[in-house]
């Protein structure tokens, strides 16, 4: 039992060793900042753009993490376990989007204001919500522990949302203040790690493919 | 020496050197948790310096529990490794004759 723990332990170890890079918290921070940032201006929708971060992860795992690294092709289990994530995500962003649009065509037509602060609220809520289930289940399928922390961060954003309401501030902007707290922490820790990353492992410029 | 002490003894000449040897033990633990891997992909995992790792690679193809493919990607050689199937029940056989050494070893100091 043990011996099968430890071989666990050691996928485990691998498989985070290619996420223990930082990316992950700047793609995902650089999301939520650019969400918040969008937010405070006047073209709201211009939010929808901010997963186009995805361009820079796509890139940056390429010529940062790749030549350190290397590549590998995971056990079988985990290969199914990557399918489901994608699967996983694909659908959870499927529904997120969709969420927004139901928001963003409620606030554009003509229902009543004091029905519109409410779908505000709604829809805020709700992105505080998906964006905690969203580092949630990045930590789940990852194995990252430390975007549970994220997660919770925003909660505690979310709690002290609460308290700037009492002192007249939009409950909008508040939101959008949280997100941008959130994501510039997310942003900072991913450099921390990042930093740590590229000390431990150094690019190694050629020489390396010296079997046989 | 009783015929219960032979067999405990019997079961630790059954070790296989090659894979017992501790480098050697890290690269077999490594690739069998995965199904393939670049040279590089090891070298930070296994902790163990260029030249090592290749020459420890070398003898476990020569011994027919890994295999080496080599592929180019544009002019950089590149190098995969897996283990082979006697690679892969080589290193399970090994584990478990560990594994009843430990316990039988634990149970007599008991």
Redesign the interface.
Known sequence: MT?EMN?KE??R??WT?YFDDGLLDITIGLFILAFGIGMTTRYTYLTALAWMVVFFFAAAKKSITL??????????E??ERIRNERTFFVVFFTITAFVGLGFFIALSTGIPRSLKTIVGGLALVAYELIFVIGLCCVAYWKQIRRFYVYGALILVAALAGLFLNVFGLHQFFVTAYQFITTGTVMILGGLVVLARFLK??PK?E??????? | MSLDERDNLQHISEIDKLIHEPSRLAIM??L??????????????TGLT??NL?RH??KL?KAGYVK?E?EFVGK??????QLTKEGRAVFKNY?ENM?QIIDELSSNKS
Do not use: C, M, N
């Open positions: 011996q071989l050691l996928e170890k691998a060793s030549p350190r690294v290397g590549l590998v092709k995971f056990s079988p985990r290969e431990r492992y190694r050629g020489g390396v493919d010296v079997v046989g | 633990a490594q069998y948790i995965i199904q393939s891997a670049d040279f590089l992909f090891l070298l930070p995992q260029t030249g290749s690679i070398i193809e080496v080599k950089k050689p590149h190098t995969i490794l584990i594994k």
